[in-house]
């Protein structure tokens, strides 16, 4: 979608008047940084200071890759801080998302490299998840991201890595989520799909007494794709993208049309190099995002105005 019908933002379901806004001048520190992101992709500053200034109850998606613990030079956050460092950000977007909303955190584990855990798994992925639970978010589920050309990791005795976590949290108790959005393709051919579809017994119990209706399931389209999400890895870091962290886009793109509606708002506030926003404009969604480095915003302008989010555009298959 061009950045032109993103104005015309009444088509898409939600509109900017609809929500109070209007963008602000062009300052350091945004008297409104919703407007700013919404209108213009992208704001320049510290999402720690940015996201407390957004309305409460505005936004429907937060989906983010925040700095791993102790993994780039840009921003190194050690292990054993690391859920002290991120609760804050937390805290304000629990108060900025709607009722109806979700925050959705792409994470990695880390083997510690230092310390009394040195060679072992740090568990600051699992204690976050614990205080974000703590906190008042609805822990709702732990996907895989399953990576089929994951690079070789440096840290034996162990294979390499080819998973990360994405952990969905809801603000409230009926969060959206659009199951048909993703359904993938069902593996049976066309002649067998149609004679299921024409089943009028279509449960089939095991042994053991356990089954399901298939009947209510093949007239939805396609296969529950399960939540181990398999998308390849990006290498575009290698190809003049100027982030050393790159998202894949169909990553973003799964949980972007399960988890916020169409016209709805999504915020990234960890931008980087803008993935987020490019898929979730081009879906129909009010997007943007708040990026700390100033480089990476205008890589993330120029991504955004050639609607460019990926070299590798990536799938979405059924890894059952």
């Given at each position: 979608?061009?950045?032109?019908?993103?104005?015309?933002?009444g088509?898409t379901?939600?509109?900017?008047e609809a929500?109070?806004?209007?963008?602000?001048?062009?300052?350091a520190a945004?008297?409104c940084?919703l407007a700013?992101?919404?209108?213009?992709?992208f704001v320049?500053?510290?999402?720690l200071e940015?996201?407390?200034?957004?309305?409460a109850?505005s936004v429907d998606?937060?989906?983010m890759?925040p700095p791993?613990?102790?993994?780039r030079?840009y921003s190194?956050?050690?292990?054993d801080?690391y859920?002290?460092?991120?609760?804050p950000?937390a805290?304000?977007?629990?108060?900025?998302a709607?009722?109806?909303g979700?925050m959705?955190?792409n994470?990695?584990?880390?083997v510690a490299?230092?310390g009394?855990?040195k060679?072992?798994?740090h568990p600051?992925?699992y204690?976050?998840?614990?205080?974000?639970?703590?906190?008042g978010?609805r822990w709702?589920?732990t996907y895989?991201?399953a990576?089929p050309?994951?690079?070789?990791?440096?840290?034996g005795p162990?294979?390499?890595?080819?998973f990360?976590?994405?952990?969905?949290?809801a603000?409230g108790v009926?969060p959206h989520?659009?199951?048909?959005?993703v359904?993938?393709p069902y593996?049976?051919?066309?002649a067998?799909?149609?004679?299921?579809?024409?089943d009028?017994?279509g449960?089939r119990n095991?042994?053991?007494?356990?089954?399901?209706?298939?009947?209510k399931?093949?007239?939805l389209g396609?296969?529950d794709?399960?939540n181990v999400?398999?998308?390849p890895?990006?290498?575009n870091?290698h190809?003049?993208v100027a982030?050393?962290?790159a998202?894949p886009?169909?990553l973003?793109?799964?949980?972007?049309r399960?988890?916020?509606p169409?016209?709805?708002?999504?915020i990234?506030?960890?931008?980087?190099?803008?993935t987020?926003?490019?898929?979730a404009?081009?879906l129909g969604?009010?997007?943007?995002?708040?990026?700390?480095?100033e480089?990476?915003?205008?890589?993330?302008?120029?991504r955004l105005a050639?609607d460019?989010?990926?070299?590798v555009?990536g799938?979405?298959t059924?890894?059952?």
């Open positions: 979608m061009s950045h032109k019908q993103q104005k015309k933002d088509n379901g939600t509109s900017r929500l109070g806004l209007v963008p602000a001048k062009e300052t945004p008297a940084p700013d992101a919404l209108a213009e992709g320049h500053g510290d999402a940015l996201l407390p200034r957004l309305p109850r998606l937060f989906f890759s791993y613990a102790d993994a030079a190194r956050i050690h292990p801080r859920v002290e460092w991120f609760l950000f805290r304000a977007m629990l108060d900025a709607k009722d109806s979700s959705i955190l994470i990695k584990n880390r490299n230092r009394a855990l060679g072992q798994r600051y992925v204690a976050l998840v614990l205080a974000l639970q703590h906190m978010w709702l589920e895989i991201w990576k050309n994951a690079v070789p990791g440096r840290f162990r294979t390499k890595d080819s990360e976590y994405v952990y969905h949290f603000k009926r989520f659009d199951l048909d959005a359904r993938v593996k049976a051919d066309p067998e799909i149609a004679r299921r579809k024409r009028t017994l449960r095991t042994m053991a007494g356990f089954g399901r209706d298939r009947t399931t093949y007239l396609g296969a794709p399960g999400v398999s998308v890895q990006t290498y870091q190809r003049g982030h050393t962290a998202m886009e169909g973003a793109e799964f949980f972007i399960v988890a916020s169409a016209g709805g708002v999504v990234d506030p960890f931008a980087g190099s803008g987020t926003v490019v898929v404009r081009r969604r009010l997007a943007g995002g708040f990026e700390l480095h480089e990476y915003v205008a890589e993330a302008k120029r050639a460019v989010a990926d070299d555009p799938s979405l059924d890894a059952g």
